[in-house]
């Protein structure tokens, strides 16, 4: 089998279109307020885990670099009381920030994540599963988590995430990118662990065109 390309980390897009969201499912579906930054909670939250697929497929339509930019909106928007943590994943496990676990949402904190952030590059397959479990297992504990992915997972990774969550009942969000074909499973995640399920759609060509917004 041929190996696949070198991989290098997407940049951040210089001009991307913010995506419209839209939310179903879970508590979250008594709202269709359009997001801004796309991991907008619904509810208060303290300590936020983002675990985010860095699969092959998110190199296309410039998914990783809106990704990217999305999440370090959302940190801006962040206090310093709140503490966040990262986490990339692939079939074979994860990428985690280089922290012993959740972080004060500081400036500098959030300055030297977004160094590390687009450095992070690809690699085969989406399985959430291991970084998940992991992010559960973090010390502090969080109280809320967003799962993103373009893709869909396994019937086994749904229930080992549901028993992972059901002794911390962590707050699970998940969000579709610019893909319905995980949505379903997403949708599960979300409303088996009293998260919103939210769906971003793909942008107009003209965004995701635009200099820098495609991962290389």
């Known amino acids: 089998t041929a190996k696949p390309p070198a991989d290098s980390p997407p940049n951040p897009p210089s001009a991307a279109t913010t995506p419209?969201?839209?939310?179903?499912?879970?508590?979250?579906?008594?709202?269709?307020?359009?997001p801004k930054?796309?991991?907008?909670?619904?509810?208060?939250?303290?300590?936020?885990?983002?675990?985010?697929?860095?699969?092959?497929?998110?190199?296309?339509?410039?998914?990783s670099a809106a990704v990217r930019k999305e999440l370090v909106r959302t940190l801006e928007t962040?206090?310093?009381?709140?503490?966040?943590?990262?986490?990339?994943?692939?079939?074979g496990g994860y990428v985690s920030m280089p922290a012993p676990g959740p972080v004060d949402a500081t400036p500098d904190n959030i300055r030297a994540m977004t160094n590390w952030l687009f450095s992070v590059g690809h690699?085969?397959?989406?399985?959430?599963?291991?970084?998940?479990?992991?992010?559960?297992?973090?010390?502090?504990?969080?109280?809320s988590l967003w799962l993103l992915s373009d893709g869909k997972f396994s019937a086994?990774?749904?229930a080992a995430i549901r028993n992972a969550n059901a002794p911390?009942?962590?707050r699970i969000n998940t969000i579709g990118f610019y893909s319905r074909e995980?949505?379903?499973?997403?949708?599960?995640?979300?409303?088996?662990?009293r998260g919103i399920f939210r769906f971003v759609p793909l942008p107009n060509p003209a965004a995701t065109s635009a200099p820098g917004g495609n991962a290389p």
């Open 20 to 34: 419209t969201p839209e939310d179903s499912g879970g508590i979250a579906g008594m709202t269709n307020e359009v």
């Open 37 to 63: 930054p796309i991991f907008r909670s619904p509810g208060p939250a303290s300590n936020v885990v983002f675990v985010l697929d860095h699969s092959w497929s998110m190199k296309s339509n410039g998914k």
């Open 78 to 91: 962040m206090n310093p009381a709140q503490k966040f943590y990262v986490l990339f994943f692939h079939s």
């Open 123 to 143: 690699k085969l397959g989406s399985d959430p599963t291991t970084a998940v479990k992991h992010a559960l297992e973090l010390a502090p504990a969080p109280d």
């Open 156 to 158: 086994k990774a749904v």
């Open 168 to 170: 911390l009942n962590v």
């Open 182 to 193: 995980g949505e379903q499973v997403l949708s599960q995640i979300a409303e088996e662990n």
